[in-house]
């Protein structure tokens, strides 16, 4: 049997950030879902209000024989913009923020390491303000939030459209 590890990013809206990484070798899910928060098992309803303290997130089991914890942290940066401590794109508010969420000792090196070469490299003028964190529990979301660009194809693409984040991929990716 496989190994299988587990990765947690919040890249905003998590409609957005579940394609990224679905289409990878070794990539075997990425549920949509909560975490961060001081709320057990909170809603969207109830996360959507900015008051739970939970980021809006996607959690990602990988083989790590087939793709590495580097290589998944190659695919988050270039998803977000880093830079923006208010959300992202036009998704506003403390649940639409950025942040790496490790879940051991190894996995926060290696993204404190790749925070760093961002920080390093100049690429942007504004501070990389995504935050490195502890994991904590993660709550998958309702159903109907999962695999949204498979299941709501028109209304992921209409609502990705709107919100900025291709433009600013291409412009600074």
Request: glycine content about 6%; some cysteine.
């Amino acid at each position: 049997m496989s190994q299988i590890e587990i990765a947690t990013f919040a890249g905003g809206c998590f409609w957005c950030m579940v394609k990224p990484f679905d289409q990878w070798d070794g990539v075997l899910s990425v549920v949509s879902g909560y975490t961060g928060g001081h709320i057990d098992s909170p809603t969207y309803q109830q996360v959507k209000t900015g008051q739970t303290g939970h980021y809006e997130a996607v959690q990602i089991k990988y083989n790590p024989n087939i793709i590495s914890y580097d290589e998944i942290l190659s695919l988050f940066w270039p998803q977000i913009d880093p830079t923006d401590p208010d959300g992202q794109f036009h998704d506003r508010g403390p649940q639409y923020r950025t942040a790496i969420f490790y879940h051991n000792e190894k996995q926060k090196e290696l993204a404190i390491k790749s925070k760093r070469a961002l920080e390093n490299s100049d690429r942007f003028d504004k501070p990389i303000v995504t935050e490195i964190l502890p994991m904590s529990p993660f709550y998958p979301a309702e159903d109907y939030h999962q695999n949204f660009y498979q299941t709501n194809k028109e209304e992921y693409e209409k609502d990705r459209k709107l919100s900025g984040r291709d433009e600013f991929i291409e412009q600074n990716w």
